[in-house]
């Protein structure tokens, strides 16, 4: 039911998700929000995994919330907001901060329009591929509300606090340009998708462990103390000296074609 509203293709361990209601300009109604999460969830059972790539069909990645659709179902905005604790994502902020959970780089390709919640979600993935006609608004703000989809963890890592808040307070549109010069984008190009399915090769031939530790590393000590960020580099050292992916990293740097073991579980 819900997979009507995305696409989902793997192939050589690489996910493509795409969302797919372009006739709304892949506006997030009650079924987009289900759709990326089942998604998401899928995702992360799926053995040997590598990367997912994330875009939009159509000519926007996505126009933000279908305002329409969710502020007239009072049912469907409970199931959106409800959780059982204050400090876990709800499904509203799932299917942002969900993909900085998985144990793989997520590379979103923007292109069009990327507003409100459409710029939430990217804000989950850790590379984000911008064309350079690409648009970005932290939308919320235009209809009176603040951005409650997660994307305040990304915003706190990537830019500074005063730039944050001017961004979500104006509700302003801003190009591909500013976002690289924020921060809020790692790279610009004619060919976000195809530029993004090429790093997402490239992080394919190294460590799935050495990326599933680098992702949780940086995540958790980008704030915090250093005394705990250099012991996490050394416990998770340790951990990939004990599996068999570093040493098969080794030989394939020496020119072996030995298959990567499933990532370890961190």
Same mark, same amino acid.
């Given at each position: ?13 690489? =996910?493509? #998700? ?10 997030? +109604?009650?079924?987009?929000? /289900? %759709?990326?999460? !089942? ?94 006609? =690409?648009? #970005? ?10 951005? +409650?989809?997660?994307?305040? /963890? %990304?915003?706190? !890592? ?109």
């Amino acid at each position: 039911m819900y997979r009507s509203r995305i696409d989902v293709t793997i192939d050589n361990h690489i =996910a493509r #998700l795409t969302l797919s209601r372009p006739e709304k300009h892949n506006a997030l +109604d009650l079924d987009m929000f /289900l %759709a990326i999460d !089942e998604a998401r969830k899928s995702l992360a059972a799926e053995p040997g995994l590598r990367a997912v790539v994330m875009s939009g069909a159509g000519v926007d990645v996505c126009s933000g919330l279908d305002v329409k659709s969710m502020m007239s179902n009072r049912k469907a905005m409970r199931k959106l907001l409800w959780k059982w604790l204050p400090w876990r994502s709800n499904l509203a902020q799932a299917v942002s901060t969900g993909w900085r959970e998985l144990p793989v780089p997520v590379i979103a390709a923007v292109h069009g329009r990327c507003w409100g919640g459409g710029l939430q979600i990217a804000l989950g993935a850790d590379f984000r591929i911008l064309h350079p006609e =690409a648009c #970005l608004s932290v939308m919320e703000g235009k209809w009176g509300l603040i951005p +409650d989809m997660g994307g305040t /963890l %990304a915003l706190r !890592e990537l830019v500074p606090r005063d730039q944050a808040a001017w961004l979500a307070m104006s509700a302003e549109p801003f190009d591909a340009q500013r976002a690289l010069d924020l921060g809020l984008a790692t790279a610009l190009s004619e060919r976000p998708e195809d530029t993004s399915m090429e790093w997402a090769m490239k992080l394919s031939d190294r460590s799935p462990d050495a990326l599933a530790a680098l992702k949780k590393l940086y995540r958790k000590s980008w704030h915090g103390s250093a005394g705990a960020a250099l012991a996490r580099e050394s416990l998770y050292q340790v951990r990939i000296l004990a599996g068999k992916n570093q040493r098969i990293a080794v030989e394939r740097q020496r020119g072996s074609n030995t298959a990567y073991r499933p990532p370890r579980r961190w």
